[in-house]
């Protein structure tokens, strides 16, 4: 019964190197969204996927982000030639169900990233 | 204001007390939920309400939502020191339903023993 699982818990990154975030969606649930929260501040969307799909990324930056969910594994938020401003936690969040149903997110524990 | 804005920033009673958050948000929604979060950990789902609904509860939970005002309010009664953390409002409109929610800053509750 587990939750939703992220890694690495914490990551640091020089700037310039990539940083690559891990996400396990909750057993049986095939939707994953990634958040980025700054701190003392809310969740912000990034992007939202489905088995091999993109389907919305309008809070994706045009640049460096990029964002995978395969047939097998887990989700991968790839961030290339990080910045400082990209230091901040990333939360993967699951649900049963997308656009056809109004179901739960629930995230997992986030990974910390800072850029030194 | 952005959509799901909550109200007051930061919040501080004593063990035992009610504390009351309010959210307010800007264009319609489909569902509006809270969660909680505490200091340098992930979010947990406390409550799901529907556009249709207007209170609901779940143990010492209790959400209202009034979508004439645009507006939704998490009461926690009797308080306890582990109450202590972040609490934020999101939600999801009907473009978006199931997909990407929006949260608000959220609302700082310490809850003093």
């Known amino acids: 019964n587990a939750g939703v699982m992220q890694n690495p818990r914490h990551l640091v990154r020089r700037r310039g190197q990539e940083a690559r975030l891990r996400c396990s969606p909750m057993?049986?649930?095939?939707?994953v969204y990634w958040y980025r929260q700054l701190p003392e501040e809310g969740l912000k969307f990034m992007v939202y996927?489905?088995?091999?799909?993109?389907?919305?990324e309008s809070g994706m930056p045009k640049e460096r982000f990029s964002a995978e969910f395969p047939k097998e594994g887990p989700s991968i938020l790839r961030i290339q030639q990080v910045v400082r401003g990209d230091s901040a936690a990333y939360f993967c969040?699951?649900?049963?169900?997308?656009?056809?149903?109004?179901?739960?997110?629930?995230f997992g524990p986030g990974t910390r990233l800072t850029v030194t | 204001s952005q959509q799901g804005e909550e109200d007051p920033q930061a919040l501080s009673i004593q063990e035992g007390e009610n504390a009351t958050m309010n959210c307010s948000y800007k264009?319609?929604?489909?569902?509006l939920q809270w969660y909680r979060q505490n200091s340098g950990r992930g979010l947990v789902h406390l409550i799901l309400?529907?556009?249709?609904?207007r209170e609901k509860h779940s143990g010492r939970l209790r959400v209202t939502l009034d979508t004439s005002k645009k507006s939704s309010s998490l009461l926690i009664t009797a308080s306890r020191a582990a109450d202590t953390a972040s609490y934020f409002c999101?939600?999801?409109?009907?473009?978006?339903?199931?997909?990407?929610?929006?949260f608000g800053e959220g609302t700082q509750l310490t809850v003093n023993p």
């Open positions: 969040a699951s649900s049963l169900a997308g656009l056809a149903g109004a179901y739960e997110q629930y």
């Open positions: 057993k049986g649930h095939s939707h």
């Open positions: 996927l489905q088995k091999e799909n993109i389907i919305d």
């Open positions: 264009t319609s929604i489909n569902n």
């Open positions: 309400i529907r556009s249709n609904e």
């Open positions: 999101a939600t999801d409109t009907p473009e978006t339903s199931g997909s990407r929610l929006t």
